[in-house]
């Protein structure tokens, strides 16, 4: 009997592999194909969103250029790790070359391309797209492409200002957007009701006690994404801070920073309390959803394309999604051309389809709609308005032109954003266990209330973190190890004197 279920099991180990590729062969994605003119993008997107738009570009490109074209995906779990490849290559390859080897990157968000901006190639489209393709340059707030840079006619760049007083400067932005995504949280219906907890409708609702070890994380110096959603926390924080302000006050530009800075540090602590549930931080942001499904945590802080695709997939009944009223961004998804690419002239064709109209259908149409992906709905949202007027046959039917609650981003409350997750990291990835440890025995004190206030406020404020970023950018990499190091042990002893605040008056 042993010896027959060997073979059996023989079989099966042989037999199932040929089965599953033959029921789902289609749905992996295909080698490179070599046949044709390489393009070579560096992109944290899916697999499937690699795959949609590669297939259809090829299709588009022979068909009006008569030319066939390849692609070859460099692709990385988040806009970190590509940041730290442009920045390795522009002191081997491109110093060696001119070239980076790259073509474009794709994908990320606009925080992060503002940081790839000295690896970039200003790109000037034709009047006709743009004005298609944006006829407002701006969503809540928010740039929809790069419109700060501008050539003059030997190709010199400078910014907009500069290029008021000269005569024939053209625009040529340094991105483009190409789809559009916000920031919300994912929630498992059935694990909130196994704790009696509601769902939440806040980002200080993930910071509830009750939550403790049941919130997931991705982590910031990883995902850039990630790092985006806790910037909107801060943002929104700083952004109270001003609105306490009497309407007198809010006149006054040093009164208004003030504010700003001190709601820097609210938004910080809020942060910390919210890690002090989290399990863990997951590497990659596109993974939390899924885990959010199982059941295995209850919520968590998402992107909202990937939590409605893990709802169509698992059921709106066991799983749910949420934006914070007036406290998440509508974010553009970009794309760029890299300084010495390769085949730019192919590149500037991917950035020319990508805004095309059928392109902008693709990233919300249902699968086998005409013009939809064919294996996987990608439920992006589209970046060109005119998209919106005829939305039949999309997954979801949100059009963000049309919202009217969206909380309006600025600059001047994203100074920080370079060095959040460095921050993040040293107060809450990396004392996660005396984190966890220090609002519990915060929260079982006489003093509670308290010291968690003292906890969900940063020691210090907007100010000192621009001067952390500035040493932090300066500095190499042993002297970034040791500066990380010293934040560390200074959030570790801010950690153990509020234990012991605690543990005193708990005795």
């Not at 980076?100 to 009047?127: C, K, M, N, S």
């Not at 500037?348 to 005409?370: C, K, M, S, Y």
Request: with cysteine; hydrophobic share 45%.
């Amino acid at each position: 009997m042993k010896r027959y279920l060997l073979i059996l099991i023989f079989f099966m180990v042989l037999i199932v592999p040929l089965g599953l590729r033959w029921v789902v062969g289609t749905y992996m994605e295909a080698p490179p194909d070599d046949s044709g003119t390489p393009l070579v993008i560096i992109t944290p997107h899916s697999e499937s969103i690699r795959r949609e738009f590669a297939d259809a570009f090829r299709a588009w490109h022979l068909n009006k250029y008569q030319v066939p074209v390849s692609i070859n995906y460099l692709s990385f779990g988040g806009g970190s790790d590509i940041r730290r490849t442009l920045e390795a290559r522009a002191g081997t390859t491109f110093v060696q070359s001119k070239t980076y080897e790259i073509d474009l990157v794709w994908g990320g968000g606009d925080v992060l391309f503002e940081q790839l901006r000295p690896h970039l190639q200003p790109t000037i489209l034709p009047a006709e797209m743009m004005s298609a393709a944006f006829p407002r340059p701006t969503l809540a707030g928010l740039p929809l492409y790069d419109g700060n840079t501008f050539v003059d006619a030997g190709g010199g760049t400078m910014t907009a200002s500069a290029a008021a007083t000269r005569p024939g400067a053209q625009a040529a932005p340094v991105w483009f957007g190409t789809a559009l995504s916000s920031f919300g949280i994912s929630f498992n219906r059935d694990a909130l009701r196994q704790l009696n907890i509601p769902e939440p409708k806040t980002w200080r609702d993930l910071a509830d006690p009750r939550l403790r070890g049941w919130v997931v994380l991705a982590d910031p110096t990883r995902s850039s994404s990630a790092a985006a959603a806790f910037m909107v926390i801060v943002e929104r924080a700083m952004a109270d801070a001003v609105e306490r302000l009497s309407a007198e006050d809010r006149k006054v530009p040093a009164k208004v920073a003030a504010a700003q800075d001190s709601g820097w540090a609210d938004g910080m602590g809020l942060i910390r309390q919210i890690a002090a549930n989290a399990r863990n931080f997951n590497d990659s942001a596109q993974s939390l959803p899924g885990v959010i499904s199982t059941g295995d945590v209850a919520a968590g802080m998402t992107i909202d394309f990937f939590a409605r695709s893990q709802i169509a997939f698992v059921g709106d009944a066991r799983m749910g999604y949420v934006e914070p009223a007036n406290a998440t961004i509508i974010n553009p998804d970009p794309i760029a051309v890299v300084k010495g690419a390769p085949h730019r002239e192919i590149a500037e064709h991917f950035i020319e389809f990508v805004l095309t109209p059928d392109a902008q259908r693709l990233w919300n149409l249902a699968v086998g709609r005409p013009g939809g992906p064919k294996i996987s709905a990608l439920r992006r949202l589209p970046i060109v308005a005119s998209v919106y007027n005829d939305t039949t046959g999309f997954t979801d039917q949100v059009n963000p032109f049309a919202q009217t609650a969206n909380f309006n981003t600025s600059r001047q409350r994203t100074r920080t954003f370079p060095i959040l997750g460095i921050l993040i990291q040293a107060s809450c990835m990396d004392l996660l266990s005396e984190l966890r440890d220090t609002r519990a025995a915060v929260l079982a004190s006489p003093r509670a209330a308290e010291l968690d206030a003292q906890l969900g406020r940063f020691p210090f404020d907007q100010a000192e973190a621009l001067r952390r970023a500035s040493q932090y950018k300066d500095a190499g990499s042993l002297r970034r190890l040791e500066l990380l190091r010293q934040w560390s042990e200074a959030f570790r002893d801010e950690y153990m004197r509020l234990r012991q605040k605690a543990r005193a008056e708990g005795g």
